[in-house]
């Protein structure tokens, strides 16, 4: 038992009144008092809203046939409005979504536990409440969809329109402050056993969702969150407990966590399996893989925004890296014969998107927008020419096959038409 | 070489003294749970079979079983349907892996059955996963293998037979052994991506 508990909910305590003191101040009505008036909190002051100026929104579908209104298009997710976002941070109201066709669960967190078992010497049964009572860390981490930014299959016309906007096409990818126990010191709570190299982590949603992960990747950096961005985390993310798989394909990050099993094998779920390997034209299929490679994109000006007149504009973006910190990002505005250093937005931070910009003058004239990054392995965010011939197949492998392109991670070009009208140029 | 692998060793080393020293701190977190409790949680199935339950079926068992619960989404010949997948293939249908319109399902794909059994387990029906009896199970996994033509109609599935399926695509995936899936840099992977 950590003896400064007790000491912390008496300050949360205090700060509560003291913020219920600072309203009656405020309000004027009736003298300064320790008690806190809460039953004179309108809802609004409760929990705040946005400007109903402010129109950004999520886009794409929930994917849960049950749940789709009649006409609405199936998408494979809910997508971030990423032309919007400024910073690093995604609000978790605005954090893409993919529900595999499934609805949140409504977790009771009183009632929810986490088990640890297996090859372990101390199998464990953990709540919420025991976890909050571990020491916690806060760390900000990017998680993305493997299918991010594909140029077919489900979700990939986006990427192939003319129209398509940095959402549709990139849309899959948010950032946000994870706070939990690390899933390193809970593993050292159980004791894992001589011969276990393989976590299975479950959910407790209607699929019961479950990942296979290597052990070492469990003891390295993932996180068994609780909070996000300063709040519990959300149930469309995985309230009351999602694993944080920092850098890993989106499909790691179980949420609504139930279960953690140490084993000495992958165990084929059907997720990792059925429909995320990467299979190729000859046949073959890359199972297994997990860390999303450098990927950068301008956000602004990015597809269907339009530059009102000639002149001044900051040209801003976000980079990524499965593979650690990004180094370098650059900017190209002539279709990638000349590139410039962007500047890197403090903080930049390992497994999490990184925010760069360069000052530009727009003369009028077309142009060709793109970002490239280099991550701090010195590996550089490729060309879709680039990654066809990594592949072993050609660029036009990738708009014609019908399945999702895996952890594609091809240079985003724009295309600014004299009119000012922004353009998606991949093709 | 070896240098490193003493470095490896010893931070083994002193990672499990640090958390022999740091243990009596998290005392009273959490408890332990009860062999009852695993048990009805662990539902996981290994590749090998590891974690299959006494019982058994059939394809011919698991026919009206399919048409009563599973043909409303998947289609009464597992052909797929609104909601729910395509399940079983014409056994021809493993030669599209090699081109642009892949036919990718159960029975086509998935490298091992018992990942057929597993899922039934935890997720079928639609919302009531967990409502199936084992022999239900079964019977419902025999009935798919059969419609993609891998197993006979009389062929009984249980803990022992399922695992010894040989399913089409069984050596369609790289690495091919489970060893070597852990490490990606060793691997040659770039970029996100394995050769």
């Known amino acids: 038992m950590n003896p400064n508990q007790p000491t912390r909910r008496r300050f949360l305590k205090n700060g509560a009144a003291l913020a219920g003191l600072a309203v009656g101040a405020a309000a004027g009505s009736r003298p300064a008092s320790a008690e806190p008036g809460e039953e004179r909190i309108d809802e609004l002051h409760k929990h705040g809203e946005r400007s109903h100026f402010v129109q950004s929104v999520r886009a794409g579908s929930i994917n849960n046939p049950e749940r789709r209104l009649p006409g609405e298009p199936s998408d494979v997710a809910l997508k971030t409005p990423l032309q919007d976002s400024t910073g690093i941070v995604t609000p978790a109201s605005l954090h893409y979504i993919v529900s595999h066709g499934y609805e949140p669960p409504d977790i009771d967190p009183k009632q929810h536990r986490l088990l640890i078992h297996g090859m372990v010497d101390r199998p464990l049964l953990l709540s919420l409440e025991d976890l909050q009572r571990l020491p916690s860390v806060s760390r900000f981490y990017f998680i993305e969809c493997h299918g991010n930014s594909t140029t077919a299959g489900p979700g990939g016309a986006a990427r192939r329109s003319p129209d398509a906007t940095v959402q549709q096409t990139h849309g899959m990818t948010s950032c946000s402050e994870w706070t939990g126990v690390p899933l390193s010191l809970l593993l050292k709570q159980a004791g894992v056993q001589k011969g276990a190299t393989w976590i299975i982590a479950e959910g407790a949603d209607a699929n019961k969702h479950s990942k296979s992960i290597p052990l070492g990747k469990a003891l390295d950096d993932a996180l068994v969150a609780y909070a996000q961005n300063g709040e519990p985390v959300r149930p469309e993310q995985g309230y009351p407990l999602r694993l944080v798989v920092p850098g890993w394909q989106g499909i790691n990050n179980v949420k609504w966590l139930r279960r953690i099993d140490l084993v000495d094998e992958p165990y084929m779920a059907m997720m990792e399996v059925s429909r995320y390997p990467r299979l190729l034209p000859d046949g073959k299929s890359r199972w297994f893989e997990f860390e999303m490679g450098p990927k950068s994109v301008i956000t602004r000006p990015s597809g269907g925004q339009r530059l009102p007149v000639p002149g001044f504009y900051e040209i801003s973006g976000l980079a990524w890296s499965g593979a650690g910190a990004i180094r370098k990002v650059e900017v190209s505005t002539d279709g990638g014969q000349t590139w410039k250093d962007a500047r890197l937005q403090e903080p930049v931070i390992s497994k999490a998107h990184t925010r760069f910009s360069l000052p530009w003058n727009w003369d009028g004239e077309q142009a060709l927008l793109q970002s490239r990054c280099t991550d701090e392995n010195g590996v550089v965010q490729p060309t879709l020419a680039q990654v066809a011939e990594h592949w072993g197949t050609s660029v036009d492998y990738f708009r014609e096959t019908s399945l999702i392109i895996s952890d594609l991670n091809a240079i985003q070009p724009w295309k600014i038409n004299r009119d000012g009208s922004v353009k998606n140029a991949l093709f | ?195």
């Open chain 2, 1 to 195: 070489m070896r240098f490193s692998k003493l470095l490896a060793a010893t931070a083994v080393l002193a990672a499990s003294a640090a958390a022999q020293a740091q243990m009596p701190s998290y005392k009273n977190v959490g408890r332990t749970p009860t062999k009852q409790q695993i048990q009805a949680w662990d539902i996981s199935i290994g590749p090998d079979g590891k974690g299959l339950p006494a019982g058994s079926g059939t394809a011919a068992q698991g026919a009206p079983i399919y048409a009563a619960k599973c043909a409303v989404c998947h289609g009464a010949d597992a052909q797929g349907g609104k909601i729910g997948p395509e399940l079983a293939a014409d056994k021809a249908a493993f030669k599209t892996l090699t081109t642009l319109k892949p036919v990718r399902v159960v029975s086509t794909y998935w490298p091992y059955a018992t990942m057929v059994w597993d899922y039934i387990n935890r997720a079928m029906p639609r919302n009531q996963g967990g409502t199936l009896t084992a022999n239900q199970v079964y019977a419902l996994t025999a009935f798919i293998l059969y419609k993609g033509s891998i197993i006979r109609e009389s062929d009984v599935m249980d803990a022992r037979a399922l695992p010894k399926v040989q399913m089409p695509n069984r050596n369609g995936f790289v690495p091919a052994r489970f060893s070597d899936i852990p490490d990606e840099h060793k691997r040659g992977c770039r970029q996100g991506i394995c050769p």
